[in-house]
């Protein structure tokens, strides 16, 4: 069994940031493809960012390129998103997703096999 732990949400405004953390444990592996997705009230679960094994191959989705990074340690089992520029659109949980195998990444929701809790990021106006 796989344990993602997210960690690093909290309220900022407008034009601020935030880095989110997430830990895997349990049977996870250093060469699971991770990925990133956002729920906003009232809306679906959307996709951001994912990243492959070895952290070469990354993806955004549009509305974030230029303002959100995502990176990873494979020595700590930890992916990153580091969110700078926040607008107030970007509220919503964040969901940190494993794929436990693969290569490549992933962006879609169905392609992933864990799912940590989600960390709440609200951006003020």
């Known amino acids: 069994q796989v344990q993602l732990v997210e960690s690093g949400g909290g309220l900022v405004q407008a034009g601020g940031s935030l880095r989110l953390s997430c830990a895997a444990s349990g049977r996870a592996n250093s060469r699971s493809p991770m990925g990133w997705f956002r729920q906003a009230p009232g809306k679906e679960r959307e996709f951001v960012s994912a990243i492959d094994w070895s952290g070469g191959a990354t993806y955004y989705v549009e509305s974030v390129k230029g303002r959100f990074t995502i990176s990873r340690d494979n020595a700590k089992n930890t992916v990153y998103l580091q969110m700078n520029s926040l607008e107030p659109e970007d509220t919503a949980v964040y969901y940190c997703?494993?794929?436990?195998?693969?290569?490549?990444?992933?962006?879609?929701?169905?392609?992933?096999?864990?799912w940590g809790q989600g960390t709440q990021v609200t951006v003020s106006s």
């Open positions: 997703a494993m794929r436990y195998s693969g290569t490549g990444y992933y962006t879609r929701a169905y392609e992933y096999t864990d």
